[in-house]
């Protein structure tokens, strides 16, 4: 059994990949995951139970009985616990840290006989055993055995010409009111939700590839959408990422390597 800290669409990647390989897949969340590409990441089990990402089905799970159900009827099983208390319960052979919070909140290389980590914020060989490369272009999903992956440069990467535009942050704190659902296609200047008095408006012509859910009490600055500007990709809404596979790629490699198989 391997456990997975985080559940947002690029662990969603990882997890998706372990188990059409077979592996059984423990998710650990935060009690208000805040991911934004929510028709593609398993944290939405946590608001509705169940969620399904490309023919896969995650389940909430409260008990240790409820993971076993789960697992039995070939679903992978979601617990909300952020402090991941259940990694000692559970004994998992693997301990996959995707929370991608660019540091380490807890995970240590003690926790499990293998543990492996996403992104920056982590050295191999010190906090974790191994670091996957989180970040675009020749290294991403790179195994790391020795020292950490790029460091975060905060801006997303470049789409249809499109960089840090894409990605858009809260102005205000507050509930926000969604004005347009994942998978619309919206205009420049079109209100895509409102905060109080503040209304985030859209910066181009675009798919809305990512939105927070409606309702939620955002931070000033957090992140509550993505747009894509390439209108034809629309299904990308629903779908796992290219970027989310590579780096599943890697995180199977260290698997295998380390000789801890499904089934």
Not at 37 to 51: G, I, M, N, P
Not at 90 to 114: C, F, H, R, S, Y
Not at 225 to 242: H, L, Q, V, W
Request: hydrophobic letters at 40%; charged letters at 25%.
């Amino acid at each position: 059994m391997i456990i997975v800290r985080g559940g947002g669409d690029l662990a969603t990647g990882t997890i998706h990949k372990l188990h059409q390989c077979g592996y059984t897949v423990l998710v650990l969340e935060t009690a208000k995951p805040t991911a934004i590409r929510r028709k593609a990441a398993f944290s939405e089990a946590v608001y509705d139970k169940s969620c399904m990402v490309e023919g896969v089905e995650c389940r909430r799970a409260d008990t240790k009985q409820q993971c076993i159900q789960a697992w039995e009827e070939h679903t992978v099983a979601l617990m909300i616990d952020p402090d991941g208390q259940m990694i000692k319960e559970m004994q998992p052979q693997a301990l996959v840290d995707a929370i991608l919070a660019k540091k380490n909140l807890g995970t240590k290389k003690e926790m499990a006989p293998l543990t492996v980590a996403l992104g920056p914020g982590f050295c191999a060989g010190s906090d974790v055993d191994y670091v996957i490369e989180t970040k675009r272009g020749h290294r991403l999903g790179r195994v790391i055995a020795q020292g950490s992956a790029l460091p975060n440069t905060g801006v997303p990467g470049v789409i249809g010409g499109y960089g840090a535009q894409r990605v858009i942050h809260a102005p205000a704190a507050g509930k926000i009111c969604v004005q347009a659902d994942i998978g619309s296609i919206v205009k420049k200047g079109q209100v895509l939700a409102v905060i109080g008095d503040a209304s985030i408006c859209v910066p181009f012509d675009g798919v809305l590839r990512g939105m927070i859910r409606d309702g939620f009490d955002v931070e000033q600055g957090l992140k509550i959408a993505d747009i894509d500007p390439r209108i034809g990709e629309k299904e990308n809404c629903t779908t796992i990422s290219d970027k989310a596979r590579c780096i599943a790629g890697g995180v199977l490699e260290v698997l295998v390597k380390n000789r801890i198989y499904a089934g």
